[in-house]
C-alpha cells in the first residue's frame, strides 16, 4: 500500500520560515494537499493540488513539490501556526492517502 | 455556509455495528461532483480515510475496511450514514465525515465525534 513519511517534528522560532516535508514514491505524479489540525480541533485544509491556497488561508502558507517530495512552507511563522500537520495524496490508483504527521512547535 | 456534523454513539462493544449519521447544510449532495467522506484518527495518530459516496450514488471504500464497511445517503434528509460491523478495540478513533467536490481534498469538515469499544 502507498505510504506518505513525515517528519515527526519542526521546531521553529517565531518570525522564522518552518519547512514540512510529505515524502512518497512519485509523489510528484499525484495532487498533494494539506492540513492543519489544532489541538482538540478538526483538520483544516490550507494548501491543495500541490499549490493552492484555499480563500481565508494566509499567504504564508505555501506548498510546493518535485518528484518524491511535497513541501509545505509556513513564512513568518507565527505561534498561532502552533499544530499538527497532515499531507495527503490521491491518484486514480491511490485513493486518499494521509502521511504520517508533524508537530509544528514554535520556540 | 458549509456545516457537517457527526453523531452516534460514544461507546460500542466489541464484535457490534458501528452507525454513524453526518447531517450537513450549506450544500445539496444531488449536485453533480458533489462527495462525501468518512475519515477517522485514532487517539494521538494519524488521519485514515474510510469511504465516499458520491452525488451520483458511486461508492468508494478503503481497500483494508472495505468489507466492514457501507455508506449511504439520503438526500433529502442531507444525511450520509457510515456502517461498520464488528468493532474492535482498535477502531476507537474520532470520526470525521468531510465535503468534497470534484478535486480529491477534504473542503469542509465536520467536528468530529469519539467512539470507544470497549466491553
Known amino acids: 500500500s502507498y505510504e506518505l513519511t513525515q517528519p515527526p517534528s519542526v521546531s521553529v522560532s517565531p518570525g522564522q520560515t518552518a519547512s514540512i516535508t510529505c515524502s512518497g514514491d512519485?509523489?510528484?505524479?499525484?495532487?498533494a494537499s494539506w492540513y492543519q489540525q489544532k489541538p482538540g480541533q478538526s483538520p483544516v485544509l490550507v494548501i491543495y493540488q500541490d499549490t493552492k491556497r484555499p480563500s481565508g488561508i494566509p499567504e504564508r502558507f505555501s506548498g510546493s513539490y518535485s518528484e518524491n517530495t511535497a513541501t509545505l512552507t509556513i513564512s513568518g511563522t507565527q505561534a498561532i501556526d502552533e499544530a499538527d500537520y497532515y499531507c495527503q495524496a490521491w491518484d486514480s490508483s491511490t485513493p486518499y492517502v494521509f502521511g504520517t504527521g508533524t508537530k509544528v512547535t514554535v520556540l | 455556509q458549509v456545516t457537517l456534523k457527526e453523531s452516534g454513539p460514544a461507546l460500542v462493544k466489541p464484535t457490534q455495528t458501528l452507525t454513524l449519521t453526518c447531517t450537513f447544510s450549506?450544500?445539496?449532495?444531488?449536485?453533480?461532483?458533489?462527495?462525501v467522506s468518512w475519515i477517522r484518527q485514532p487517539p494521538g495518530k494519524a488521519l485514515e480515510w474510510l469511504a465516499r459516496i458520491d452525488w451520483d450514488d458511486d461508492k468508494f471504500y478503503s481497500t483494508s475496511l472495505k468489507t466492514r464497511l457501507t455508506i449511504s445517503k439520503d438526500t433529502s434528509k442531507n444525511q450520509v450514514v457510515l456502517t461498520m460491523t464488528n468493532m474492535d478495540p482498535v477502531d476507537t478513533a474520532t470520526y470525521y465525515c468531510a465535503r468534497m467536490s470534484a478535486a480529491p481534498e477534504f473542503q469542509h469538515w465536520g467536528q468530529g465525534t469519539l467512539v470507544t469499544v470497549s466491553s
Open positions: 450549506g450544500f445539496s449532495l444531488s449536485t453533480n461532483e458533489m462527495r
Open positions: 512519485k509523489l510528484g505524479d499525484k495532487y
